[in-house]
């Protein structure tokens, strides 16, 4: 079983179900709307897949982004100048797919609070994306992987991934929370993404469509309370590929959290070591360190 459009970095399961509909695929957490009233129509519609021992390859790109997953019986033409590549090996793989995403696409826009979410993105003319499949991986785990036999085989040799390696940062971070490697040598989470292009605007009947349009399944809703006979076009387009959904990663803003989440630490770490009542403030473990010494401490110079 593929994958569907592997994400760059695991979301976590919660975040993100069939029918949500989202303003950024990779950041479910920003802004959204999930139909409560849609939700069993929407439902009716999926088909559930389950694997168990599910194994799979991944390739990473040097940025740390999962770039392609090529399954467990892969081509070796595929890989063989991957560099960097990753097996895993999951408890359990489920699917849940939408067999009429544009069944599900309307019954989610039908809903009156829907369009009215809708018709502010329109007003802003902010494109958005509508969640039409997720592939989840429970207890996956990760490791670095190389071929054998400098390419004459598909034989893979396997070892435990280094600790400053470019990889997306919830299988590599301790704290992470969808489990990291250094703390529970597995994680769970969504890993891939039927995901697809929506836009919206605010028209009139008489209004021709544009060039642009075409390719698009289009509902139309009228506005109410508008004078001019206002209308609301919401159009719904093709999948995004795995390619682009890695190039919509904000690797700044990784980055920045990255190092944030690297100074808190440090700072919990600096806390924990002044509190110790096995240290003095003038040991080493404490120079430079600021706050000052616990109050407990003071007495011990």
């Known amino acids: ?50 694997q168990l021992r599910y194994k799979d390859v991944f390739s990473v790109d040097n940025e740390g982004r999962f770039m392609s997953s090529y399954g467990s019986k892969f081509e070796l033409g595929r890989i ?4 960097n590549l990753l097996t895993v090996t999951a408890e359990q793989m ?13 019954i989610v826009c039908n809903d009156p609070e829907a369009q009215q979410w809708i018709y502010k993105l329109a007003q802003e003319q902010q494109d958005f994306y509508i969640v039409v499949g997720v592939t989840e991986l429970h207890r996956a785990v990760f490791k670095r992987a190389k071929l054998r036999d400098a390419g004459a085989s598909r034989n893979l040799r396997e070892a ?6 470019r990889v997306p940062r919830a299988i590599s971070r301790r704290n992470s929370t969808l489990g990291g490697l250094g703390t529970d040598p597995s994680i769970s989470g969504v890993f891939g993404l039927d995901v697809r292009r929506c836009v919206a605007r605010i028209s009139t009947p008489a ?18 309370g508008s004078s001019s006979k206002e209308q609301l076009i919401v159009g719904l387009g093709d999948a995004l590929k795995a390619n682009e959904l890695r190039l919509m990663l904000d690797l700044t803003e990784e980055t ?9 630490q440090l700072s919990l770490d600096a806390l924990s070591a002044a509190a110790s009542p096995l240290l003095k403030p003038s040991s080493p473990a404490l120079r430079g360190r600021s706050p000052s010494p616990h109050p407990q401490l003071k007495g011990l110079a």
């Open 1 to 50: 079983m593929v994958l569907h459009g592997l994400l760059p970095k695991p979301l976590p399961s919660n975040d993100v179900v069939v029918g949500q509909l989202l303003t950024h695929p990779l950041h479910p957490e920003r802004d959204g709307f999930y139909s409560r009233q849609a939700n069993e129509a929407v439902d009716e519609l999926n088909d559930y897949h389950i």
């Open 80 to 83: 063989y100048r991957q560099p």
């Open 94 to 106: 489920i699917q849940r797919t939408s067999q009429q995403p544009r069944e599900a696409f309307q």
């Open 160 to 165: 435990p991934i280094e600790k400053d390696a």
């Open 207 to 224: 209004e021709p469509h544009r060039l642009e349009d075409i390719g698009y399944h289009w509902l139309y809703y009228d506005v109410p």
């Open 256 to 264: 920045v959290q990255g190092n944030l989440d690297a100074i808190s």
